[in-house]
């Protein structure tokens, strides 16, 4: 059975601060890795999705990064800014399922 | 392109009483998906539909929650009698499940906002 940690489970840091946020997952059969944020009583937005054939993909700040083989990702934000303040979710892709880890929770303060 | 919308955005009950949340996909996505969030946890699939046809529904508490995709295009979730417990966001999600589906599709979901419930 598939299971995703996320590490650490908060984070607080001042602005301008480069962040790395940690993704692990179980099973590495995996076919798609996704990265989401979701702001506080809100939806998820995707930020980055990583194919399973991928090494890294970039969104401006963020940098999202898959090692199948040892069941990792990391997502760098580089330049926190207090919009960011959010909670990030990883998710990977069973076939058509899509298994959530328990999110960082993100606050950037000014 | 509109996202997925989903209604209400938020809803207070007292226990035992009943609620029905409302789900329309993206036009066109097949796949439709039903989750509930915990305040502290990721989301947790309950439901999947292909079409109007359930694909997975094993995490389903079905003594008290139902769903249905009639016409294969919008979607209710309904919780009848609600618990303390069931207070959560439930999300929905829709994906083009592509003709070729398998292990190099891409099946990305996308979700709507959500609906906040409160058992009171």
């Known amino acids: 059975k598939q299971e995703v940690t996320q590490i650490p489970a908060a984070l607080s840091v001042p602005e301008g601060e480069n962040l790395v946020l940690n993704c692990s997952f179980t099973d590495s059969a995996i076919y798609n890795l996704q990265w989401f944020r979701q702001d506080p009583g809100k939806g998820l937005t995707s930020l980055l999705l990583i194919q399973s054939s991928q090494r890294e993909q970039t969104s401006g700040r963020l940098n999202a990064s898959l090692d199948k083989s040892s069941g990792r990702s990391t997502l760098y934000i580089a330049a926190s800014q207090p919009g960011d303040s959010a909670t990030y979710l990883c998710?990977?892709?069973?076939?058509?399922?899509?298994?959530f880890g328990t999110g960082t929770r993100l606050q950037v303060f000014p | 392109e509109a996202g997925v919308a989903q209604s209400p955005r938020y809803k207070i009950i007292e226990k035992r009483q009943s609620v029905a949340f409302w789900c329309n996909p993206i036009s066109g996505h097949a796949t439709l998906y039903w989750y509930q969030q915990i305040l502290g946890q990721g989301p947790k699939l309950l439901i999947q539909?292909?079409?109007?046809?359930?694909?997975?529904d094993s995490q389903l508490p079905k003594d008290r929650f139902s769903a249905e995709r009639l016409k294969g295009v919008d979607s209710t979730l309904k919780i009848q009698p609600a618990k303390l417990e069931d207070s959560a966001v439930y999300l929905c999600?829709?994906?083009?499940?592509?003709?070729?589906?398998?292990?190099?599709?891409?099946?990305?979901?996308?979700f709507g906002a959500g609906t906040r419930l409160s058992v009171l």
């Open positions: 999600a829709s994906s083009l499940r592509l003709p070729s589906a398998g292990r190099l599709a891409k099946n990305i979901q996308y």
């Open positions: 998710a990977v892709y069973n076939t058509d399922k899509l298994i």
């Open positions: 539909f292909q079409n109007n046809g359930v694909v997975d």
